[in-house]
């Protein structure tokens, strides 16, 4: 199983990204996903999920929400986390991740397979 994540950079307080986490080795759709982050010297923390289906989408709190969206395309084997507005306190790295059964969506201990994280740092 392999999680690709990609779309990190280097941007200015104010602007937008789009991460994307290519998924193989595994049946795509049959898994709940998620992106969480990491800064430095912190813990890993979740910041928004999204069910098999695209039915159902979790954030961390409203002020993620305001800024996010998180998407999948089961045909592509992709999940997508579309952020706007960025701000210094985004810089992280993040992390997708594959759950089989999506019971607790904002615990990092119910990922089975994670990728490799991308870096998104957020100048001010």
């Known amino acids: 199983v392999q999680l690709q994540a990609c779309g990190g950079g280097l941007v200015q307080a104010g602007d937008s990204l789009r991460l994307s986490c290519a998924a193989s080795?595994?049946?795509?759709?049959?898994?709940?996903m998620a992106w969480f982050r990491q800064a430095p010297g912190k813990d890993r923390e979740f910041v928004a999920g999204i069910n098999w289906s695209s039915s159902a989408t979790y954030y961390a709190d409203s002020a993620v929400k305001d800024r996010s969206t998180i998407s999948r395309d089961n045909a592509k084997n992709t999940l997508y986390l579309q952020m706007n507005s960025l701000k210094a306190e985004d810089t992280a790295v993040y992390y997708c991740?594959?759950?089989?059964?999506?019971?607790?969506?904002?615990?990092?201990?119910?990922?089975?397979?994670w990728g490799q994280g991308t870096l998104v740092t957020v100048s001010s």
């Open positions: 080795g595994l049946t795509f759709s049959n898994y709940a």
């Open positions: 991740g594959a759950d089989k059964f999506g019971l607790r969506i904002y615990q990092s201990y119910e990922y089975e397979y």
